[in-house]
Protein backbone atom coordinates (compact mmCIF):
# COMPACT_ATOMS: atom_id res chain seq x y z
CA UNK A 1 0.00 0.00 0.00
CA UNK A 2 1.56 3.37 -1.16
CA UNK A 3 0.17 6.62 1.08
CA UNK A 4 -0.56 9.24 -1.09
CA UNK A 5 2.13 12.33 -0.82
CA UNK A 6 0.29 15.77 0.32
CA UNK A 7 0.58 18.71 -1.09
CA UNK A 8 2.60 21.30 2.01
CA UNK A 9 1.14 24.89 0.05
CA UNK A 10 -2.67 23.09 0.08
CA UNK A 11 -2.33 21.97 3.63
CA UNK A 12 -0.64 25.32 4.84
CA UNK A 13 -3.37 27.44 2.64
CA UNK A 14 -6.21 25.06 3.88
CA UNK A 15 -5.34 24.70 7.51
CA UNK A 16 -5.28 29.09 7.29
CA UNK A 17 -8.82 29.43 5.63
CA UNK A 18 -9.75 27.17 8.22
CA UNK A 19 -8.26 28.23 11.20
CA UNK A 20 -9.41 31.63 10.39
CA UNK A 21 -12.95 30.76 9.82
CA UNK A 22 -12.95 28.79 12.76
CA UNK A 23 -12.10 31.48 15.46
CA UNK A 24 -14.17 33.71 13.55
CA UNK A 25 -17.31 31.80 13.39
CA UNK A 26 -16.37 29.24 16.43
CA UNK A 27 -14.47 31.02 18.42
CA UNK A 28 -11.72 28.39 17.92
CA UNK A 29 -8.87 28.57 20.99
CA UNK A 30 -6.32 25.88 21.69
CA UNK A 31 -4.51 24.82 24.40
CA UNK A 32 -1.45 22.27 25.01
CA UNK A 33 -0.05 22.49 21.05
CA UNK A 34 3.51 22.84 22.57
CA UNK A 35 3.31 19.32 24.30
CA UNK A 36 3.49 17.72 20.46
CA UNK A 37 7.20 17.46 20.06
CA UNK A 38 8.22 19.71 16.99
CA UNK A 39 9.85 16.51 15.11
CA UNK A 40 10.03 13.09 15.26
CA UNK A 41 6.89 10.42 15.30
CA UNK A 42 3.88 10.83 17.34
CA UNK A 43 0.32 9.79 17.79
CA UNK A 44 -2.37 12.52 18.82
CA UNK A 45 -5.32 10.61 20.43
CA UNK A 46 -8.57 12.30 20.51
CA UNK A 47 -11.59 12.40 21.28
CA UNK A 48 -14.54 12.37 17.53
CA UNK A 49 -17.59 13.79 17.83
CA UNK A 50 -18.15 15.28 14.43
CA UNK A 51 -16.84 16.21 11.12
CA UNK A 52 -14.64 19.28 12.55
CA UNK A 53 -12.66 17.41 14.62
CA UNK A 54 -9.88 17.00 12.48
CA UNK A 55 -9.28 20.70 11.37
CA UNK A 56 -9.50 21.12 14.81
CA UNK A 57 -6.50 19.47 16.08
CA UNK A 58 -5.17 20.78 12.76
CA UNK A 59 -6.24 24.10 13.90
CA UNK A 60 -4.88 23.41 16.92
CA UNK A 61 -0.84 22.41 16.35
CA UNK A 62 0.64 25.04 13.82
CA UNK A 63 4.38 24.08 14.38
CA UNK A 64 3.95 20.55 11.94
CA UNK A 65 1.80 19.03 9.51
CA UNK A 66 -0.59 16.63 10.91
CA UNK A 67 -1.47 13.71 9.08
CA UNK A 68 -5.04 11.81 9.26
CA UNK A 69 -6.36 8.19 8.80
CA UNK A 70 -9.85 8.24 7.42
CA UNK A 71 -12.25 6.06 6.66
CA UNK A 72 -12.16 5.43 2.51
CA UNK A 73 -15.21 6.10 1.57
CA UNK A 74 -15.03 10.11 2.24
CA UNK A 75 -13.30 9.90 -0.26
CA UNK A 76 -15.49 8.03 -2.92
CA UNK A 77 -14.62 10.48 -5.88
CA UNK A 78 -11.66 12.18 -7.23
CA UNK A 79 -12.21 15.61 -6.27
CA UNK A 80 -12.77 14.47 -2.47
CA UNK A 81 -9.82 12.12 -2.82
CA UNK A 82 -7.79 14.70 -4.34
CA UNK A 83 -8.27 17.01 -2.08
CA UNK A 84 -8.22 15.43 1.06
CA UNK A 85 -4.82 13.48 0.31
CA UNK A 86 -3.41 16.79 -0.80
CA UNK A 87 -3.98 17.74 2.99
CA UNK A 88 -2.53 15.01 4.90
CA UNK A 89 -5.48 12.50 5.30
CA UNK A 90 -4.47 8.86 4.44
CA UNK A 91 -7.35 6.36 3.62
CA UNK A 92 -8.17 3.65 5.23
CA UNK A 93 -10.25 0.70 4.10
CA UNK A 94 -11.89 0.29 7.32
CA UNK A 95 -14.23 -2.46 6.25
CA UNK A 96 -11.84 -4.73 5.45
CA UNK A 97 -9.37 -4.24 8.29
CA UNK A 98 -6.89 -2.86 6.34
CA UNK A 99 -3.32 -4.10 8.06
CA UNK A 100 -1.69 -3.39 5.64
CA UNK A 101 -2.40 0.80 6.24
CA UNK A 102 -1.43 -0.29 9.51
CA UNK A 103 1.97 -1.33 8.98
CA UNK A 104 2.34 1.77 6.78
CA UNK A 105 1.00 3.34 9.63
CA UNK A 106 3.67 2.51 11.51
CA UNK A 107 6.27 3.09 9.04
CA UNK A 108 5.80 6.92 8.62
CA UNK A 109 5.48 7.22 12.84
CA UNK A 110 9.21 5.65 12.61
CA UNK A 111 10.21 7.92 10.26
CA UNK A 112 9.26 11.19 11.47
CA UNK A 113 5.60 12.11 10.70
CA UNK A 114 2.72 13.45 12.88
CA UNK A 115 -0.41 11.16 13.11
CA UNK A 116 -3.46 11.78 14.71
CA UNK A 117 -5.90 9.61 15.19
CA UNK A 118 -9.20 9.39 17.03
CA UNK A 119 -9.69 5.78 18.99
CA UNK A 120 -13.18 5.77 18.71
CA UNK A 121 -12.69 5.14 15.18
CA UNK A 122 -15.86 6.83 14.27
CA UNK A 123 -17.96 9.91 15.26
CA UNK A 124 -20.23 9.76 18.42
CA UNK A 125 -23.72 9.73 18.04
CA UNK A 126 -24.67 11.12 21.15
CA UNK A 127 -21.23 13.99 21.64
CA UNK A 128 -20.38 11.52 24.57
CA UNK A 129 -17.01 9.55 24.36
CA UNK A 130 -17.30 6.22 23.01
CA UNK A 131 -14.98 3.27 23.69
CA UNK A 132 -11.70 3.10 21.87
CA UNK A 133 -11.07 0.23 19.31
CA UNK A 134 -8.14 -1.49 19.37
CA UNK A 135 -6.08 -0.37 16.62
CA UNK A 136 -5.02 2.54 18.66
CA UNK A 137 -3.00 -0.11 20.88
CA UNK A 138 -1.42 -1.94 17.93
CA UNK A 139 0.02 1.46 16.89
CA UNK A 140 1.12 2.36 20.12
CA UNK A 141 2.73 -0.92 20.61
CA UNK A 142 4.79 -1.59 17.76
CA UNK A 143 5.64 2.59 16.40
CA UNK A 144 7.01 3.07 20.12
CA UNK A 145 6.22 7.27 19.93
CA UNK A 146 5.14 9.67 22.07
CA UNK A 147 1.46 9.50 22.41
CA UNK A 148 0.02 12.84 23.18
CA UNK A 149 -3.72 12.90 24.09
CA UNK A 150 -6.07 15.50 23.22
CA UNK A 151 -9.54 16.35 24.25
CA UNK A 152 -11.90 18.38 21.74
CA UNK A 153 -14.59 20.34 22.78
CA UNK A 154 -17.82 21.82 21.05
CA UNK A 155 -17.33 20.20 17.92
CA UNK A 156 -20.60 18.00 18.50
CA UNK A 157 -22.87 21.25 19.10
CA UNK A 158 -21.22 23.00 16.38
CA UNK A 159 -21.74 20.25 14.16
CA UNK A 160 -23.25 17.12 15.27
CA UNK A 161 -23.83 13.69 13.03
CA UNK A 162 -25.79 14.13 10.93
CA UNK A 163 -25.92 17.90 10.67
CA UNK A 164 -25.12 19.62 6.87
CA UNK A 165 -24.23 22.84 8.17
CA UNK A 166 -22.00 24.68 11.42
CA UNK A 167 -23.42 26.35 13.96
CA UNK A 168 -21.30 28.97 15.70
CA UNK A 169 -21.04 27.34 18.50
CA UNK A 170 -17.29 27.55 20.93
CA UNK A 171 -15.10 24.88 19.96
CA UNK A 172 -11.60 24.32 21.87
CA UNK A 173 -8.79 22.33 22.02
Known sequence: MTVPLYSPWAYRLVSSLVRTFLKVYCRFESYGGHH??????????????????????????????????????????????????????????????????????????KEGTCLALFPEGTRSHNGEIQTAKGGIGFLVAKAEVPVIPAYIEGTYKAMPRGSNYIKPYIVKI
Not at 43 to 60: Q, T
Not at 67 to 79: E, V
Request: hydrophobic residues 50%.
Open 36 to 109: VPAQGGCIIAANHASFLDPPAVVCGIRHRVVRFLARSTLMNNAWSYRFLTSVAVIPLAREKGDISILKKAIQLL
